[in-house]
């Protein structure tokens, strides 16, 4: 599992610009699966024959990352960039990041503290003030590297630290893809389709045209959410924790999970002495909200990963939870074919 997890995050590929991690999945999946597409919008549909037909179930996870696109060079060759996807400014001060298709290194940064005013320094900096430097003395060098539209992502190593704890960018939700990469090397009680989606970070749009493409009966979604296990954090907001299992979905922001499916796993997983959370707070979002609306609607739970630092350069995520991730998502197939959800 760890081996798919590095090799994923070290990829690069914010939303609309899959391509890498991509390629990468096809690689791999093509040893397993009977069946390979990539879609108009670049999600990867992948299906494998189980031991029978069985209701029409899709897995899916996204492949995207947050990151930033480069909208104007300057006079002096700085970048200035929108964010890709939801990320706060106080995380992005002074990192590393790659700019393009080259990877050439950049510096985020604003102007040095010692020129700023006492309301400034008080102030969160906004994201126009803010800035790429490269290392180019002008416009005209910038350019030789570097062109409008560009994708940056973060630069951040894959690290394994302290008790079973993983470090990098993009766990959400490069988790649940390598989940998915391990399941199709398994024997399945049932066809499975399973969808490595694009564009999740902004807007859920690839899940919504592989839906209405595969048209499943039922969805399990394979996610990072948000941990808050910090520190000096309330014990009522600390919405989920890293160490103590996966989180199984009932309702989130953009979707209300299907009741008997949602029993159904947290079943599975008490049966199974597999350890499991709820998250205690209302909110984020996942691929179903598009997919439980697609066609004439669809069956959607979800299975998730704590995450913290969630949409930064460095998120964190435990290894024990992953593995409960993943043994539950393969409970939650043969359950399927079973026709338990009923």
């Known amino acids: ?80 960039f929108s964010a890709v996807g939801g990320i706060d400014p106080r995380v992005i001060l002074g990192r590393k990041v790659y700019v393009g298709p080259y990877s050439i290194p950049g510096v985020l940064g604003l102007k040095a503290i010692h020129l700023t005013t006492v309301k400034e320094r008080s102030e969160m900096p906004k994201e126009s003030s803010l800035y790429i430097d490269i290392g180019a003395k002008n416009k005209e060098e910038a350019e030789k590297y570097v062109s409008l539209g560009d994708s940056v992502v973060f630069d951040s190593d894959f690290v394994c630290f302290g008790r079973g704890f993983v470090k990098a960018k993009a766990i959400d ?31 859920a749009r690839g899940a919504f045209g592989a839906a209405c493409s595969v048209k499943p009966n039922i969805a399990l979604v394979l996610e990072g ?22 989180v199984l979905g009932f309702m989130d922001s953009g979707a209300v999970y299907d009741r008997a499916l949602f029993e159904m796993t947290r079943e599975l997983a008490i049966k199974n002495n597999i350890p499991w959370q709820i998250k205690e707070r209302i909110a984020g979002g996942t691929d179903a909200q598009a997919i439980q609306r697609s066609i004439a609607g669809v069956r959607v739970e979800s299975i998730s990963v704590p995450v913290r630092n969630i949409h930064s350069a460095n998120t964190i995520a435990n290894e024990k939870d992953i593995d409960a ?16 959800y009923k």
Request: charged residues 30%.
């Open 225 to 246: 959410t948000t941990a808050a296990d910090f520190a000096k954090v309330a014990e009522n907001k600390k919405v989920t924790r890293c160490g103590e299992g996966a």
């Open 1 to 80: 599992m760890l081996k798919y997890l590095e090799d994923l995050c070290n990829l690069s590929g914010i939303s609309g610009d899959e391509g890498n991690v991509r390629d990468y999945i096809i690689e791999h999946a093509k040893k397993y699966a009977d069946s390979i597409k990539v879609d108009a919008l670049g999600n990867v549909i992948v299906f494998k024959k189980g031991a029978k037909r069985g209701t029409k179930l899709v897995v899916t996870a996204h492949m995207d990352e947050v990151g930033f696109m480069v909208e104007k060079i300057t006079d002096e060759g700085y970048l200035k």
């Open 325 to 340: 991730a993943f043994s539950l998502a393969k409970l939650f197939i043969k359950a399927v074919s079973e026709g338990k």
């Open 173 to 203: 939700d490069r988790f649940g893809c390598a989940v998915m990469l391990n399941l199709l090397e398994k024997k399945l009680p049932q066809d499975v389709t399973f969808v490595f989606s694009a564009m999740e970070e902004v807007g």
